[in-house]
């Protein structure tokens, strides 16, 4: 099972994921072919390295969380406009 939370802070979107997966996170050089091994270095670089994780004993399991700039909410930038499809 896998639990995903996104939470919107004044200056950033945290997002929270829970598994109950053994186990510390671990950044990997997958293979350019390779279909795993990128969640972590995707994550680094969108959080600029402002990410971490903590373990959760009683289910075995972890919770990651990174922390995403956000604009600020009056931003014009931030508004979705209507476009014709």
Same mark, same amino acid.
């Given at each position: ?5 996104? +939470?919107?802070?004044? *200056? ?6 829970? *598994?109950?997966? @053994? #186990? ?5 050089? @997958? ?7 990128? #969640?972590?270095?995707?994550? *680094?670089?969108?959080? +600029?390295?402002?990410? #971490? ?15 995403? @700039?956000? @604009? ?14």
């Amino acid at each position: 099972m896998i639990i995903f939370a996104i +939470h919107r802070r004044p *200056d950033e979107l945290r997002i929270t994921v829970w *598994d109950n997966g @053994p #186990g510390q996170p671990r950044a990997t050089e @997958p293979a350019p072919d390779a279909e795993t091994g990128r #969640g972590l270095a995707i994550v *680094d670089t969108l959080s +600029h390295r402002k990410w #971490g994780w903590w373990p959760t004993p009683i289910s075995a399991g972890k919770v990651v969380w990174a922390a995403l @700039p956000a @604009p600020a909410a009056d931003d014009p930038d931030d508004r979705q406009q209507d476009t014709p499809c």
